[in-house]
């Protein structure tokens, strides 16, 4: 094999593995790291040193009453802007209610 040849080879093999390593990398962070973590969540869990957090009744049912009390305060607020709707296009005046 000629000097130049293995030059090439050894060019060739050296950006390859300059691609090929970050892409690895990231395929591994990207695609096992949530992996790992859900399992060492669940070890953890059954070795009783971390509680999986999980929602209760209680606090579902808050934040249901405070979306229900946000939305009352919402259709309070149009029934207002009606109203005052209303009274803006309705005639005040007697000289108003002759014209057409």
């Given at each position: 094999?000629?000097?130049?040849?293995?030059?090439?080879?050894?060019?060739?093999?050296?950006?390859?593995?300059?691609?090929?390593?970050?892409?690895?990398?990231?395929?591994?962070?990207?695609?096992?790291?949530?992996?790992?973590?859900?399992?060492?969540?669940?070890?953890a869990a059954k070795q009783g040193r971390v509680e999986v957090a999980r929602d209760t009744e209680a606090d579902r049912l808050s934040r249901i009453e405070n979306q229900i009390d946000s939305l009352e305060s919402a259709v309070r607020m149009l029934t207002e802007v009606v109203q005052f709707d209303r009274q803006l296009k309705s005639p005040t005046r007697e000289g108003d209610q002759a014209q057409p």
């Amino acid at each position: 094999m000629e000097w130049w040849a293995v030059k090439d080879l050894i060019i060739t093999a050296a950006v390859s593995l300059a691609i090929l390593i970050p892409i690895t990398g990231l395929t591994l962070r990207l695609g096992l790291k949530p992996f790992l973590n859900d399992l060492a969540e669940i070890r953890a869990a059954k070795q009783g040193r971390v509680e999986v957090a999980r929602d209760t009744e209680a606090d579902r049912l808050s934040r249901i009453e405070n979306q229900i009390d946000s939305l009352e305060s919402a259709v309070r607020m149009l029934t207002e802007v009606v109203q005052f709707d209303r009274q803006l296009k309705s005639p005040t005046r007697e000289g108003d209610q002759a014209q057409p």
